[in-house]
Protein backbone atom coordinates (compact mmCIF):
# COMPACT_ATOMS: atom_id res chain seq x y z
CA UNK A 1 0.00 0.00 0.00
CA UNK A 2 2.53 2.21 0.91
CA UNK A 3 4.87 1.66 -2.23
CA UNK A 4 1.85 2.79 -4.00
CA UNK A 5 1.03 5.98 -2.04
CA UNK A 6 4.78 6.94 -2.80
CA UNK A 7 4.51 5.96 -6.34
CA UNK A 8 1.43 7.63 -7.00
CA UNK A 9 2.56 10.66 -4.78
CA UNK A 10 5.56 11.02 -7.44
CA UNK A 11 3.57 10.88 -10.64
CA UNK A 12 1.59 13.21 -8.97
CA UNK A 13 5.04 15.85 -8.96
CA UNK A 14 6.03 14.78 -12.36
CA UNK A 15 2.32 15.89 -13.46
CA UNK A 16 2.70 18.95 -11.52
CA UNK A 17 6.03 19.93 -13.29
CA UNK A 18 4.07 19.61 -16.38
CA UNK A 19 1.13 21.52 -14.92
CA UNK A 20 3.57 24.25 -13.83
CA UNK A 21 5.18 24.66 -17.23
CA UNK A 22 1.31 25.59 -18.72
CA UNK A 23 0.43 27.67 -16.13
CA UNK A 24 3.07 30.04 -15.76
CA UNK A 25 2.39 30.90 -19.23
CA UNK A 26 -1.57 31.27 -18.53
CA UNK A 27 -0.12 33.88 -15.67
CA UNK A 28 2.77 35.33 -17.35
CA UNK A 29 -0.02 36.52 -20.20
CA UNK A 30 -2.69 37.43 -17.62
CA UNK A 31 -0.29 39.29 -15.14
CA UNK A 32 1.47 41.20 -18.35
CA UNK A 33 -1.32 41.40 -21.15
CA UNK A 34 -4.70 41.22 -18.76
CA UNK A 35 -6.17 38.64 -21.18
CA UNK A 36 -7.47 35.13 -19.99
CA UNK A 37 -5.83 32.85 -22.60
CA UNK A 38 -8.79 30.40 -22.29
CA UNK A 39 -7.23 28.83 -25.79
CA UNK A 40 -3.85 28.07 -23.75
CA UNK A 41 -5.01 24.31 -23.85
CA UNK A 42 -5.26 24.10 -27.94
CA UNK A 43 -1.55 25.53 -27.75
CA UNK A 44 -0.37 22.58 -25.13
CA UNK A 45 -2.49 20.46 -27.80
CA UNK A 46 -1.05 21.62 -30.51
CA UNK A 47 3.23 20.88 -28.93
CA UNK A 48 1.98 17.41 -28.16
CA UNK A 49 1.03 16.85 -31.71
CA UNK A 50 4.33 18.47 -32.60
CA UNK A 51 5.68 15.62 -31.10
CA UNK A 52 4.03 12.78 -32.36
CA UNK A 53 4.87 14.25 -35.90
CA UNK A 54 8.49 14.79 -35.17
CA UNK A 55 7.99 10.85 -33.78
CA UNK A 56 6.63 10.14 -37.26
CA UNK A 57 8.05 12.27 -39.71
CA UNK A 58 11.49 13.41 -38.27
CA UNK A 59 12.02 9.71 -36.86
CA UNK A 60 12.85 10.98 -33.24
CA UNK A 61 10.20 12.29 -30.32
CA UNK A 62 13.16 14.68 -29.41
CA UNK A 63 12.89 17.11 -32.26
CA UNK A 64 10.02 18.33 -30.96
CA UNK A 65 11.50 19.46 -27.91
CA UNK A 66 13.37 22.18 -30.03
CA UNK A 67 10.71 22.57 -32.48
CA UNK A 68 7.45 22.60 -31.14
CA UNK A 69 8.21 25.48 -29.02
CA UNK A 70 9.67 27.12 -31.89
CA UNK A 71 6.48 26.49 -33.90
CA UNK A 72 3.87 27.66 -31.27
CA UNK A 73 6.08 30.87 -30.58
CA UNK A 74 5.10 31.40 -34.74
CA UNK A 75 1.31 30.58 -33.72
CA UNK A 76 1.65 32.68 -31.04
CA UNK A 77 3.08 35.49 -33.28
CA UNK A 78 0.07 35.07 -35.99
CA UNK A 79 -2.85 35.07 -33.42
CA UNK A 80 -1.07 37.90 -31.43
CA UNK A 81 -1.04 40.36 -34.55
CA UNK A 82 -4.46 38.98 -36.15
CA UNK A 83 -6.60 39.00 -32.80
CA UNK A 84 -4.88 39.62 -28.92
CA UNK A 85 -3.50 42.97 -29.95
CA UNK A 86 -7.10 44.17 -30.25
CA UNK A 87 -8.16 42.74 -27.00
CA UNK A 88 -5.36 44.42 -25.03
CA UNK A 89 -7.08 47.10 -22.74
CA UNK A 90 -10.55 45.59 -23.03
CA UNK A 91 -12.34 44.23 -20.24
CA UNK A 92 -11.03 40.80 -18.98
CA UNK A 93 -14.44 38.86 -20.15
CA UNK A 94 -13.98 40.34 -23.44
CA UNK A 95 -10.69 38.75 -23.68
CA UNK A 96 -12.35 35.36 -22.05
CA UNK A 97 -14.88 35.48 -25.05
CA UNK A 98 -12.10 36.54 -28.04
CA UNK A 99 -10.04 33.27 -27.15
CA UNK A 100 -13.11 31.07 -26.96
CA UNK A 101 -13.14 31.70 -30.14
CA UNK A 102 -9.94 31.27 -31.14
CA UNK A 103 -10.11 27.77 -29.40
CA UNK A 104 -12.75 26.89 -31.43
CA UNK A 105 -10.69 28.16 -34.53
CA UNK A 106 -7.60 26.15 -33.70
CA UNK A 107 -9.05 23.22 -32.16
CA UNK A 108 -11.15 22.30 -35.16
CA UNK A 109 -7.91 23.46 -37.71
CA UNK A 110 -6.19 20.58 -35.56
CA UNK A 111 -8.77 18.16 -35.95
CA UNK A 112 -9.03 18.42 -39.45
CA UNK A 113 -5.43 18.10 -40.07
CA UNK A 114 -4.60 15.65 -37.48
CA UNK A 115 -8.02 13.59 -37.51
CA UNK A 116 -9.59 12.33 -34.46
CA UNK A 117 -8.14 9.32 -33.53
CA UNK A 118 -5.52 9.36 -30.16
CA UNK A 119 -2.41 7.59 -31.21
CA UNK A 120 0.21 7.11 -28.97
CA UNK A 121 4.31 8.17 -29.05
CA UNK A 122 6.49 5.03 -27.30
CA UNK A 123 8.65 5.90 -24.65
CA UNK A 124 11.77 7.88 -25.76
CA UNK A 125 13.96 6.88 -22.78
CA UNK A 126 12.53 3.27 -22.27
CA UNK A 127 14.70 2.13 -19.10
CA UNK A 128 13.23 2.30 -15.40
CA UNK A 129 15.48 2.97 -12.43
CA UNK A 130 15.08 0.78 -9.52
CA UNK A 131 12.68 2.23 -7.04
CA UNK A 132 11.16 0.62 -3.59
CA UNK A 133 11.33 -2.95 -5.06
CA UNK A 134 10.24 -2.36 -8.19
CA UNK A 135 10.99 0.20 -11.18
CA UNK A 136 10.17 3.41 -11.92
CA UNK A 137 10.35 4.55 -15.92
CA UNK A 138 13.26 7.34 -16.15
CA UNK A 139 11.30 9.14 -19.12
CA UNK A 140 9.01 10.64 -16.03
CA UNK A 141 12.14 11.79 -13.71
CA UNK A 142 13.36 13.32 -17.05
CA UNK A 143 9.93 15.19 -17.25
CA UNK A 144 10.78 16.97 -14.17
CA UNK A 145 13.89 17.71 -14.51
CA UNK A 146 13.51 19.10 -17.94
CA UNK A 147 10.55 21.05 -16.95
CA UNK A 148 12.22 22.34 -13.61
CA UNK A 149 15.04 23.76 -15.98
CA UNK A 150 12.58 25.47 -18.63
CA UNK A 151 10.83 27.41 -15.46
CA UNK A 152 14.35 27.80 -13.92
CA UNK A 153 16.09 29.08 -17.49
CA UNK A 154 12.52 31.35 -17.32
CA UNK A 155 13.14 33.10 -14.28
CA UNK A 156 16.69 33.89 -14.57
CA UNK A 157 15.43 35.41 -18.11
CA UNK A 158 13.02 37.39 -16.79
CA UNK A 159 15.57 38.70 -13.53
CA UNK A 160 19.22 38.60 -15.14
CA UNK A 161 18.60 40.08 -19.11
CA UNK A 162 17.61 43.40 -20.27
CA UNK A 163 14.35 42.23 -22.03
CA UNK A 164 13.41 39.98 -18.74
CA UNK A 165 13.83 43.89 -16.97
CA UNK A 166 11.29 45.20 -19.56
CA UNK A 167 8.84 42.67 -18.89
CA UNK A 168 8.98 43.12 -15.46
CA UNK A 169 8.83 46.99 -15.64
CA UNK A 170 6.11 47.09 -17.41
CA UNK A 171 3.95 44.62 -15.28
CA UNK A 172 4.61 46.87 -12.56
CA UNK A 173 4.19 50.16 -13.78
CA UNK A 174 3.20 50.42 -17.91
CA UNK A 175 3.11 54.23 -17.88
CA UNK A 176 6.33 54.77 -16.71
CA UNK A 177 7.65 52.22 -19.00
CA UNK A 178 6.16 53.87 -21.81
CA UNK A 179 7.68 57.14 -20.83
CA UNK A 180 11.74 55.42 -20.28
CA UNK A 181 11.26 54.46 -23.63
CA UNK A 182 10.70 50.55 -23.55
CA UNK A 183 9.03 49.02 -26.39
CA UNK A 184 5.82 47.86 -25.18
CA UNK A 185 4.03 46.46 -27.96
CA UNK A 186 7.25 44.09 -28.86
CA UNK A 187 7.41 43.21 -24.79
CA UNK A 188 3.30 42.27 -25.18
CA UNK A 189 3.98 40.44 -28.35
CA UNK A 190 7.01 37.81 -26.81
CA UNK A 191 5.31 37.69 -23.85
CA UNK A 192 2.57 36.15 -25.99
CA UNK A 193 4.40 33.77 -27.99
CA UNK A 194 6.44 32.77 -24.75
CA UNK A 195 3.84 32.02 -22.94
CA UNK A 196 2.51 30.02 -26.24
CA UNK A 197 6.30 28.19 -26.30
CA UNK A 198 5.62 27.45 -22.46
CA UNK A 199 2.36 25.46 -23.28
CA UNK A 200 4.30 23.21 -26.01
CA UNK A 201 7.10 22.28 -24.10
CA UNK A 202 4.43 21.36 -21.64
CA UNK A 203 2.55 19.28 -24.57
CA UNK A 204 5.73 17.52 -25.87
CA UNK A 205 6.83 16.47 -22.30
CA UNK A 206 3.11 14.88 -21.77
CA UNK A 207 2.93 13.50 -25.24
CA UNK A 208 4.73 10.06 -24.43
CA UNK A 209 2.98 9.74 -20.98
CA UNK A 210 -0.74 9.93 -22.40
CA UNK A 211 -2.09 9.52 -25.74
CA UNK A 212 -2.13 12.81 -28.32
CA UNK A 213 -5.78 13.40 -29.29
CA UNK A 214 -7.01 16.63 -31.00
CA UNK A 215 -8.67 17.90 -27.48
CA UNK A 216 -6.26 16.94 -24.61
CA UNK A 217 -6.04 20.34 -23.79
CA UNK A 218 -9.63 20.87 -22.55
CA UNK A 219 -8.81 18.45 -19.41
CA UNK A 220 -5.46 20.20 -18.42
CA UNK A 221 -6.53 23.88 -19.45
CA UNK A 222 -9.39 23.87 -16.34
CA UNK A 223 -6.36 22.50 -13.96
CA UNK A 224 -4.37 25.45 -15.31
CA UNK A 225 -6.85 28.03 -14.12
CA UNK A 226 -7.06 26.49 -10.85
CA UNK A 227 -3.26 26.40 -10.05
CA UNK A 228 -3.24 30.33 -11.65
CA UNK A 229 -5.71 31.05 -9.22
CA UNK A 230 -4.85 29.06 -6.65
CA UNK A 231 -1.38 30.69 -6.73
CA UNK A 232 -2.59 34.19 -6.69
CA UNK A 233 -1.88 36.12 -10.49
CA UNK A 234 1.56 36.63 -11.44
CA UNK A 235 3.68 34.62 -8.89
CA UNK A 236 5.81 31.68 -10.60
CA UNK A 237 7.17 30.09 -7.51
CA UNK A 238 3.32 30.19 -6.12
CA UNK A 239 2.52 28.42 -9.17
CA UNK A 240 4.93 25.49 -9.02
CA UNK A 241 3.78 25.50 -5.26
CA UNK A 242 0.19 25.12 -6.60
CA UNK A 243 0.20 22.73 -9.40
CA UNK A 244 2.40 20.46 -7.52
CA UNK A 245 0.05 20.40 -4.61
CA UNK A 246 -2.94 19.73 -6.66
CA UNK A 247 -1.40 17.02 -8.56
CA UNK A 248 0.25 15.01 -5.44
CA UNK A 249 -3.63 15.52 -4.02
CA UNK A 250 -5.05 13.94 -7.04
CA UNK A 251 -2.16 11.00 -7.75
CA UNK A 252 -2.48 9.96 -4.02
CA UNK A 253 -6.23 9.93 -3.64
CA UNK A 254 -6.69 8.16 -6.68
CA UNK A 255 -4.94 5.19 -5.21
CA UNK A 256 -7.93 5.44 -2.41
CA UNK A 257 -10.84 6.16 -5.22
CA UNK A 258 -11.44 5.82 -8.37
CA UNK A 259 -10.19 8.88 -10.73
CA UNK A 260 -13.01 10.88 -10.87
CA UNK A 261 -13.14 11.23 -7.27
CA UNK A 262 -9.71 11.77 -6.93
CA UNK A 263 -10.37 14.88 -9.35
CA UNK A 264 -13.05 15.98 -7.44
CA UNK A 265 -10.92 16.06 -4.24
CA UNK A 266 -8.42 17.83 -5.75
CA UNK A 267 -11.08 20.71 -6.79
CA UNK A 268 -12.14 20.64 -3.19
CA UNK A 269 -8.24 21.01 -2.15
CA UNK A 270 -8.28 24.29 -3.69
CA UNK A 271 -11.47 25.95 -2.69
CA UNK A 272 -10.52 24.92 0.90
CA UNK A 273 -6.84 27.00 -0.38
CA UNK A 274 -8.97 29.93 -2.21
CA UNK A 275 -11.37 30.11 1.45
CA UNK A 276 -8.22 30.85 3.68
CA UNK A 277 -6.08 32.75 1.49
CA UNK A 278 -8.15 34.25 -1.70
CA UNK A 279 -5.40 36.76 -2.30
CA UNK A 280 -3.20 32.98 -3.29
CA UNK A 281 -0.75 31.02 -1.99
CA UNK A 282 2.36 33.58 -2.38
CA UNK A 283 -0.15 36.22 -2.48
CA UNK A 284 -0.07 38.67 -5.80
CA UNK A 285 3.32 39.04 -7.46
CA UNK B 1 -39.40 57.55 -27.79
CA UNK B 2 -42.54 56.37 -28.34
CA UNK B 3 -42.35 55.45 -31.88
CA UNK B 4 -39.09 53.15 -30.73
CA UNK B 5 -41.47 51.42 -28.59
CA UNK B 6 -44.05 51.04 -31.50
CA UNK B 7 -41.32 49.41 -33.35
CA UNK B 8 -40.55 46.99 -30.27
CA UNK B 9 -43.66 46.15 -29.56
CA UNK B 10 -44.49 45.25 -33.07
CA UNK B 11 -41.70 43.09 -33.70
CA UNK B 12 -42.14 41.29 -30.10
CA UNK B 13 -46.13 40.90 -31.17
CA UNK B 14 -45.06 39.85 -34.68
CA UNK B 15 -42.91 37.15 -33.64
CA UNK B 16 -45.34 35.43 -31.25
CA UNK B 17 -47.84 35.20 -33.82
CA UNK B 18 -45.41 33.75 -36.01
CA UNK B 19 -44.44 31.18 -32.84
CA UNK B 20 -47.85 30.35 -32.26
CA UNK B 21 -48.45 29.86 -36.13
CA UNK B 22 -45.17 28.75 -38.21
CA UNK B 23 -45.10 25.40 -36.73
CA UNK B 24 -48.22 24.03 -38.08
CA UNK B 25 -46.54 23.83 -41.34
CA UNK B 26 -43.32 23.28 -40.81
CA UNK B 27 -41.63 19.68 -41.31
CA UNK B 28 -40.93 18.07 -38.51
CA UNK B 29 -36.82 18.00 -38.77
CA UNK B 30 -37.52 22.23 -38.29
CA UNK B 31 -40.11 22.19 -35.82
CA UNK B 32 -37.69 19.95 -33.55
CA UNK B 33 -35.20 22.83 -34.30
CA UNK B 34 -37.40 25.50 -33.92
CA UNK B 35 -38.52 24.20 -30.35
CA UNK B 36 -34.50 23.42 -29.53
CA UNK B 37 -34.28 27.07 -30.02
CA UNK B 38 -36.44 27.84 -27.73
CA UNK B 39 -35.02 25.93 -24.81
CA UNK B 40 -31.55 27.09 -25.14
CA UNK B 41 -32.50 30.88 -25.81
CA UNK B 42 -34.40 30.19 -22.52
CA UNK B 43 -31.17 28.47 -21.08
CA UNK B 44 -28.99 31.48 -22.53
CA UNK B 45 -31.73 33.85 -20.83
CA UNK B 46 -30.73 32.47 -17.12
CA UNK B 47 -26.89 33.76 -18.06
CA UNK B 48 -27.92 36.85 -19.69
CA UNK B 49 -29.80 37.55 -16.19
CA UNK B 50 -26.95 37.05 -14.40
CA UNK B 51 -24.18 38.38 -16.61
CA UNK B 52 -25.61 41.22 -19.06
CA UNK B 53 -27.89 42.43 -16.36
CA UNK B 54 -26.04 41.91 -12.90
CA UNK B 55 -22.46 41.92 -14.00
CA UNK B 56 -20.96 38.66 -12.43
CA UNK B 57 -19.45 36.28 -14.91
CA UNK B 58 -21.63 32.68 -14.30
CA UNK B 59 -19.15 29.76 -15.97
CA UNK B 60 -21.49 27.20 -14.42
CA UNK B 61 -24.76 27.53 -15.67
CA UNK B 62 -24.72 23.88 -17.02
CA UNK B 63 -25.10 22.99 -13.04
CA UNK B 64 -29.05 24.54 -12.98
CA UNK B 65 -29.58 22.92 -16.63
CA UNK B 66 -28.59 19.57 -15.12
CA UNK B 67 -30.14 20.27 -11.74
CA UNK B 68 -33.39 21.03 -13.16
CA UNK B 69 -33.28 18.41 -15.46
CA UNK B 70 -32.56 15.89 -12.72
CA UNK B 71 -35.26 16.69 -10.32
CA UNK B 72 -38.08 16.21 -12.77
CA UNK B 73 -36.65 13.32 -14.01
CA UNK B 74 -35.97 11.45 -10.51
CA UNK B 75 -39.21 12.44 -9.34
CA UNK B 76 -41.09 10.82 -12.24
CA UNK B 77 -38.58 7.40 -12.33
CA UNK B 78 -37.84 7.22 -8.24
CA UNK B 79 -41.33 8.88 -7.26
CA UNK B 80 -43.65 8.09 -9.70
CA UNK B 81 -44.96 11.31 -10.15
CA UNK B 82 -47.26 13.30 -12.44
CA UNK B 83 -46.24 16.01 -14.35
CA UNK B 84 -47.34 19.16 -12.44
CA UNK B 85 -45.89 17.63 -9.40
CA UNK B 86 -42.88 16.43 -11.19
CA UNK B 87 -42.06 20.31 -12.29
CA UNK B 88 -42.85 21.66 -9.31
CA UNK B 89 -40.32 19.12 -7.59
CA UNK B 90 -37.60 20.07 -10.17
CA UNK B 91 -37.98 24.04 -10.02
CA UNK B 92 -37.87 23.58 -6.37
CA UNK B 93 -34.52 21.43 -6.84
CA UNK B 94 -33.42 24.46 -8.89
CA UNK B 95 -34.29 27.58 -6.41
CA UNK B 96 -33.01 25.77 -3.37
CA UNK B 97 -29.41 24.78 -5.21
CA UNK B 98 -29.31 28.33 -6.34
CA UNK B 99 -30.29 29.83 -2.95
CA UNK B 100 -27.34 27.77 -1.28
CA UNK B 101 -24.75 27.75 -3.75
CA UNK B 102 -25.69 31.79 -4.83
CA UNK B 103 -25.44 32.63 -0.95
CA UNK B 104 -21.63 31.36 -1.06
CA UNK B 105 -20.29 32.51 -4.48
CA UNK B 106 -21.95 35.91 -4.72
CA UNK B 107 -19.52 36.93 -1.88
CA UNK B 108 -16.59 36.52 -4.14
CA UNK B 109 -15.28 38.99 -6.62
CA UNK B 110 -14.64 38.74 -10.29
CA UNK B 111 -12.30 35.70 -11.25
CA UNK B 112 -12.97 34.16 -7.98
CA UNK B 113 -16.60 34.17 -8.60
CA UNK B 114 -15.70 33.09 -12.36
CA UNK B 115 -13.95 29.90 -11.13
CA UNK B 116 -16.27 29.12 -8.22
CA UNK B 117 -18.63 28.62 -10.80
CA UNK B 118 -16.76 26.63 -13.17
CA UNK B 119 -15.89 24.16 -10.75
CA UNK B 120 -19.19 24.05 -8.72
CA UNK B 121 -20.14 22.39 -12.56
CA UNK B 122 -17.39 20.21 -12.34
CA UNK B 123 -17.63 18.58 -9.47
CA UNK B 124 -21.62 18.23 -10.44
CA UNK B 125 -20.64 16.88 -13.52
CA UNK B 126 -18.07 14.29 -12.01
CA UNK B 127 -20.35 13.30 -9.41
CA UNK B 128 -23.24 12.50 -12.05
CA UNK B 129 -20.89 10.55 -13.69
CA UNK B 130 -19.51 8.58 -10.87
CA UNK B 131 -23.23 8.10 -9.30
CA UNK B 132 -24.56 5.96 -12.00
CA UNK B 133 -27.01 4.68 -9.41
CA UNK B 134 -28.69 7.79 -8.92
CA UNK B 135 -27.70 9.54 -11.88
CA UNK B 136 -27.59 6.66 -14.61
CA UNK B 137 -23.93 8.36 -15.42
CA UNK B 138 -23.56 9.08 -19.62
CA UNK B 139 -26.31 6.78 -20.34
CA UNK B 140 -29.08 8.58 -18.12
CA UNK B 141 -32.40 8.01 -17.83
CA UNK B 142 -34.94 7.55 -21.13
CA UNK B 143 -38.88 8.13 -19.24
CA UNK B 144 -42.18 8.73 -21.03
CA UNK B 145 -43.14 12.06 -19.98
CA UNK B 146 -46.34 12.11 -18.18
CA UNK B 147 -49.47 13.65 -19.29
CA UNK B 148 -50.25 17.15 -18.88
CA UNK B 149 -53.46 17.28 -17.02
CA UNK B 150 -55.45 20.10 -16.94
CA UNK B 151 -58.64 19.42 -15.02
CA UNK B 152 -60.95 18.90 -17.64
CA UNK B 153 -59.09 17.18 -19.91
CA UNK B 154 -55.38 15.75 -20.54
CA UNK B 155 -52.65 17.06 -22.88
CA UNK B 156 -50.57 13.97 -24.57
CA UNK B 157 -46.99 15.07 -24.53
CA UNK B 158 -46.31 12.22 -27.32
CA UNK B 159 -47.35 14.36 -30.31
CA UNK B 160 -44.45 16.81 -31.22
CA UNK B 161 -47.25 19.61 -31.62
CA UNK B 162 -48.32 19.78 -28.19
CA UNK B 163 -44.94 19.14 -26.56
CA UNK B 164 -43.68 22.38 -28.68
CA UNK B 165 -47.28 24.63 -27.75
CA UNK B 166 -46.11 23.53 -23.80
CA UNK B 167 -42.10 24.38 -24.22
CA UNK B 168 -43.63 27.30 -26.41
CA UNK B 169 -45.76 27.94 -23.10
CA UNK B 170 -43.55 27.93 -20.55
CA UNK B 171 -41.03 29.52 -21.81
CA UNK B 172 -42.89 32.71 -23.36
CA UNK B 173 -43.87 32.82 -19.60
CA UNK B 174 -40.83 32.63 -17.95
CA UNK B 175 -39.45 35.56 -20.27
CA UNK B 176 -42.33 37.80 -19.61
CA UNK B 177 -41.74 37.41 -16.02
CA UNK B 178 -38.38 38.17 -16.35
CA UNK B 179 -38.98 41.04 -18.85
CA UNK B 180 -41.11 42.75 -16.15
CA UNK B 181 -38.86 41.82 -13.02
CA UNK B 182 -36.26 44.10 -15.00
CA UNK B 183 -38.63 46.83 -15.74
CA UNK B 184 -39.47 47.29 -12.03
CA UNK B 185 -37.81 48.88 -9.37
CA UNK B 186 -35.85 45.29 -7.76
CA UNK B 187 -34.56 45.01 -11.32
CA UNK B 188 -33.72 48.29 -11.76
CA UNK B 189 -31.66 47.50 -8.55
CA UNK B 190 -29.91 44.89 -9.62
CA UNK B 191 -28.80 46.60 -13.39
CA UNK B 192 -27.38 49.61 -11.00
CA UNK B 193 -24.80 46.51 -9.21
CA UNK B 194 -23.60 46.19 -12.69
CA UNK B 195 -23.31 49.39 -13.50
CA UNK B 196 -21.39 50.93 -10.13
CA UNK B 197 -21.92 48.15 -7.04
CA UNK B 198 -20.09 50.84 -4.85
CA UNK B 199 -22.52 53.18 -5.95
CA UNK B 200 -25.37 50.96 -5.90
CA UNK B 201 -24.03 49.87 -1.76
CA UNK B 202 -23.81 53.75 -0.67
CA UNK B 203 -27.36 54.84 -2.04
CA UNK B 204 -28.48 51.95 0.45
CA UNK B 205 -29.31 49.00 -1.60
CA UNK B 206 -28.98 45.62 -0.14
CA UNK B 207 -26.82 44.75 -2.94
CA UNK B 208 -25.75 40.75 -1.10
CA UNK B 209 -29.24 40.31 -1.13
CA UNK B 210 -29.92 41.77 -4.84
CA UNK B 211 -27.09 39.87 -6.63
CA UNK B 212 -28.52 36.50 -4.47
CA UNK B 213 -32.33 37.29 -5.90
CA UNK B 214 -30.60 38.24 -9.08
CA UNK B 215 -28.71 34.47 -9.17
CA UNK B 216 -31.30 32.61 -7.87
CA UNK B 217 -33.58 33.85 -10.83
CA UNK B 218 -31.11 33.27 -13.35
CA UNK B 219 -30.53 29.87 -12.10
CA UNK B 220 -34.31 28.91 -12.10
CA UNK B 221 -34.93 30.48 -15.31
CA UNK B 222 -32.04 28.56 -16.82
CA UNK B 223 -33.18 25.41 -14.61
CA UNK B 224 -36.70 25.13 -16.50
CA UNK B 225 -34.79 25.01 -19.67
CA UNK B 226 -33.59 22.11 -18.36
CA UNK B 227 -36.90 20.37 -17.57
CA UNK B 228 -38.68 21.53 -21.07
CA UNK B 229 -35.23 19.80 -22.71
CA UNK B 230 -36.95 16.80 -20.82
CA UNK B 231 -39.85 17.14 -22.31
CA UNK B 232 -38.76 17.69 -25.81
CA UNK B 233 -36.28 14.73 -25.50
CA UNK B 234 -37.59 12.16 -22.71
CA UNK B 235 -34.09 11.41 -21.79
CA UNK B 236 -31.30 13.38 -19.70
CA UNK B 237 -27.72 12.02 -18.91
CA UNK B 238 -24.51 13.27 -16.78
CA UNK B 239 -23.62 15.08 -19.89
CA UNK B 240 -25.99 17.97 -19.12
CA UNK B 241 -23.25 19.19 -16.67
CA UNK B 242 -20.60 19.24 -18.96
CA UNK B 243 -19.01 22.65 -19.08
CA UNK B 244 -19.46 22.96 -23.19
CA UNK B 245 -22.86 23.79 -22.51
CA UNK B 246 -22.07 26.58 -20.03
CA UNK B 247 -19.77 27.83 -22.46
CA UNK B 248 -22.59 27.95 -25.38
CA UNK B 249 -25.14 29.93 -22.77
CA UNK B 250 -22.03 32.61 -23.23
CA UNK B 251 -21.68 32.14 -26.97
CA UNK B 252 -25.43 32.39 -27.70
CA UNK B 253 -25.94 35.21 -25.24
CA UNK B 254 -23.09 37.35 -26.54
CA UNK B 255 -24.09 37.19 -30.34
CA UNK B 256 -27.55 37.83 -29.29
CA UNK B 257 -26.44 40.88 -27.35
CA UNK B 258 -25.89 41.04 -23.47
CA UNK B 259 -28.51 42.64 -21.30
CA UNK B 260 -30.77 42.89 -23.45
CA UNK B 261 -33.20 39.45 -22.69
CA UNK B 262 -34.15 39.10 -26.34
CA UNK B 263 -29.97 38.68 -27.12
CA UNK B 264 -29.91 35.40 -26.00
CA UNK B 265 -32.89 33.93 -28.19
CA UNK B 266 -31.91 35.91 -31.02
CA UNK B 267 -28.23 34.46 -30.43
CA UNK B 268 -29.53 30.99 -29.69
CA UNK B 269 -31.48 30.83 -32.86
CA UNK B 270 -28.79 32.34 -35.36
CA UNK B 271 -26.07 30.07 -34.35
CA UNK B 272 -27.91 27.06 -33.67
CA UNK B 273 -30.10 27.14 -36.92
CA UNK B 274 -26.67 27.70 -38.26
CA UNK B 275 -25.40 24.48 -36.69
CA UNK B 276 -28.54 22.26 -37.67
CA UNK B 277 -28.61 23.54 -40.86
CA UNK B 278 -25.59 24.43 -42.26
CA UNK B 279 -23.33 21.94 -40.57
CA UNK B 280 -24.05 18.91 -42.82
CA UNK B 281 -22.67 20.42 -45.51
CA UNK B 282 -20.13 22.71 -43.97
CA UNK B 283 -20.07 20.15 -40.89
CA UNK B 284 -16.06 20.32 -41.38
CA UNK B 285 -15.62 23.84 -41.01
CA UNK B 286 -18.76 25.07 -39.19
CA UNK B 287 -16.42 25.36 -35.91
CA UNK B 288 -13.89 27.50 -37.36
CA UNK B 289 -17.37 30.02 -38.81
CA UNK B 290 -18.62 30.00 -35.43
CA UNK B 291 -15.13 31.34 -33.53
CA UNK B 292 -14.43 33.97 -36.45
CA UNK B 293 -18.52 34.81 -35.66
CA UNK B 294 -17.80 34.94 -32.08
CA UNK B 295 -14.45 37.07 -32.47
CA UNK B 296 -15.84 39.71 -34.81
CA UNK B 297 -19.35 39.98 -33.15
CA UNK B 298 -17.46 40.80 -29.99
CA UNK B 299 -14.61 42.89 -31.44
CA UNK B 300 -16.84 45.20 -33.88
CA UNK B 301 -20.46 45.01 -32.68
CA UNK B 302 -19.77 44.01 -28.41
CA UNK B 303 -23.53 44.82 -28.05
CA UNK B 304 -24.63 42.18 -29.92
CA UNK B 305 -27.23 41.34 -32.47
CA UNK B 306 -30.21 42.54 -30.83
CA UNK B 307 -28.11 45.53 -28.64
CA UNK B 308 -26.62 46.88 -32.50
CA UNK B 309 -30.75 47.65 -33.32
CA UNK B 310 -31.19 48.67 -30.53
CA UNK B 311 -29.16 51.73 -30.81
CA UNK B 312 -29.55 52.15 -34.35
CA UNK B 313 -33.11 52.56 -33.80
CA UNK B 314 -33.08 53.87 -31.18
CA UNK B 315 -31.39 58.03 -31.19
CA UNK B 316 -29.55 58.87 -28.36
CA UNK B 317 -30.84 56.26 -26.13
CA UNK B 318 -30.60 52.74 -25.00
CA UNK B 319 -33.63 51.15 -26.29
CA UNK B 320 -35.14 49.94 -23.28
Partial sequence: MIELLISQAVNGFVWGWILALISIGLTLIYGQLGIINVAHGVLYTLGAVGAYYSFAWLGGWGWSLLLSPIFLAFVGFILYQTTIRFALGRDPIVTVIITYGILFILEQMTFLFYGG??????????????????????????????????????????????????????????????????????VYLSTFCLGAAMAALGG????????????????????????????????????????LIIEIVIGVSASFFNPVLAKVIGLGVMLVALFFRPEGIFGED | MSSQKNIFRLLALASLAALIILPIFLPPFQRYILTEILIWGLFALGFDIIFGCTGLLNFGMSSFFGMGSYGFVLSIVKLGFGFWPALFIGILTVVVFSIVTGAVMTRFKSHYFIVFTIVMSMILFFLAMNLRKFTGGDEGYTILVPSLSLGITDISLAHPLNRYYVILFFS???????????????????????????????????????????????????????????ILNSTTNAEVFFWILSGKAVMWTVVGGLGTLWG??????????????????????YPILIGLILITVILLAPQGIVGYFQKIWTPGGNGK
Avoid: H
Fill in chain 1, 117 to 186: IPRTIPNPIDYGIPFMGSTYPLYRVFCAGFSFLAIAGLMIFLKKTRFGLWIRATKQDYETALNMGIPIRR
Fill in chain 2, 264 to 285: PFVGAGVLVFFEDILSSWLVKI
Fill in chain 2, 172 to 230: AMAFLFVQKIFRSPLGRAIIAIKENEERAKIIGYNTPLLKLISFTLSGTVSGLAGILYV
Fill in chain 1, 204 to 243: VLAAPISSVNFNMGNNIIIDAFIVVIMAGFGSIPGTIVAA
